[in-house]
Each structure stands twice: as structure tokens, then as C-alpha cells.
């Protein structure tokens, strides 16, 4: 069965760095865009970052941005998401994402072709 697993989670303190992995399996992955997804405890689905096909193309939410960094290796068949300067509001399940072609602007876990089961992220101290 297709399939994407993240992994890479876990507790961290604030200011702190983590490296998320998704690894695809059983289907071409170079084909598809990656996305990171979030969920805060108690909130909806925010959009993190993109890559596209061949990791020439990437895009951040603002809340992120100039603190992670994604990145993708095709022969591998896994994306990564660098977590640096990590703050409370980080903490969420963190899922991996792959879709053919943009997003809608408003899009739910079904408008993605693979959804991964996510990992935890707690910042805390």
C-alpha cells in the first residue's frame, strides 16, 4: 500500500531544533509535491511549507519562515523539514503531504493524494 511516514518528532525546549523525515513508499514519489501540515491541539490544519517535484521550487507559511527549511531527495524517496529556533507555538502533530498539483485555497486532508499519520512536536521547557 502508498504510503508516507514521518518521523523525527518529539519534546524539545524552546529556541531548540528538530528534523522531521517522511518516507514514501509504493508509489512515484517524484511525481508529487510534498507538503508539511500542522495541527495545533484544539485548532485546524495549517499549511507549513512546500516543495515542489524536483526541489527547485519551496514556500513557507509566514509563521515559519526563515526558521525551517524543507528539502527533498528524490533517489531516496524522502523530504525533510529543518525546525530551527523552535517556539510553543510549534508545538502540533506535524504530517507529511503529497499532492500533483497546487492547492486549492480551501483544501482539507482529502485534497491531498497521500496524507501521512504525523509525528509529535512539543516544544516546552
Known amino acids: 500500500q502508498a504510503q508516507l511516514v514521518e518521523s523525527g518528532g518529539g519534546l524539545v525546549q524552546p529556541g531548540g531544533s528538530l528534523r522531521l523525515s517522511c518516507e514514501a513508499s509504493r508509489f512515484t514519489f517524484s511525481n508529487y509535491r510534498v507538503y508539511w501540515v500542522r495541527q495545533a491541539p484544539g485548532k485546524g490544519l495549517e499549511w507549513v511549507s512546500y516543495?515542489?517535484?524536483?526541489?527547485?521550487?519551496?514556500n513557507y507559511a509566514d509563521s515559519v519562515k526563515g526558521r525551517f527549511t524543507i528539502s527533498r531527495d528524490n533517489a531516496k524517496k524522502m523530504a525533510y523539514l529543518q525546525m530551527n529556533s523552535l517556539n510553543a507555538e510549534d508545538t502540533a502533530v506535524y504530517h507529511c503531504?503529497?499532492?500533483?498539483?497546487?492547492?486549492?485555497?480551501?483544501?482539507?486532508?482529502?485534497?491531498?493524494?497521500?496524507w501521512g499519520q504525523g509525528t509529535q512536536v512539543t516544544v516546552s521547557s
Open positions: 516543495i515542489g517535484n524536483s526541489g527547485d521550487a519551496t
Open positions: 503531504a503529497a499532492r500533483r498539483f497546487g492547492l486549492p485555497k480551501k483544501w482539507s486532508e482529502k485534497d491531498f493524494s497521500y
